[in-house]
């Protein structure tokens, strides 16, 4: 795979909710907080998908279509430690 194949995109979606781009045909959107649980747990993802990857279908990288001009607007974030520890994300 080329560097720019693997580059993620990441915008805010008109629902305000975090979409990731450039893996898939289409996006994948998932609210912030649903983003940072899955983040937090990125170690016991990794070792499922390793200790199940003989069951596991791997897509191969096949020719991307030509995409259409996309209107959603990049917005930078940070992250904000919240009251309980949690990390905030809001926009810069």
């Known amino acids: 795979m080329s560097e ?14 975090v ?3 450039s893996i898939n045909r289409f996006p ?14 990125a170690d016991e993802l990794r ?4 200790e199940n990857s003989y069951q596991l279908a791997k897509k191969e990288p096949s020719e ?3 995409r259409k001009k996309n209107i959603a607007q ?3 974030i940070e992250y904000i ?7 905030i994300v809001v926009p810069r």
């Open 19 to 21: 979409s990731l781009y």
């Open 28 to 41: 994948v959107t998932l609210y912030a907080e649903q983003w940072l649980h899955i983040l937090d747990h």
């Open 81 to 87: 430690p919240g009251e309980n520890g949690e990390q």
């Open 64 to 66: 991307k279509a030509p």
């Open 74 to 76: 990049v917005v930078p």
């Open 47 to 50: 070792n499922f998908i390793r």
């Open 4 to 17: 720019d194949s693997q580059k993620l995109i990441l915008k805010v979606s008109e629902k305000k909710a």
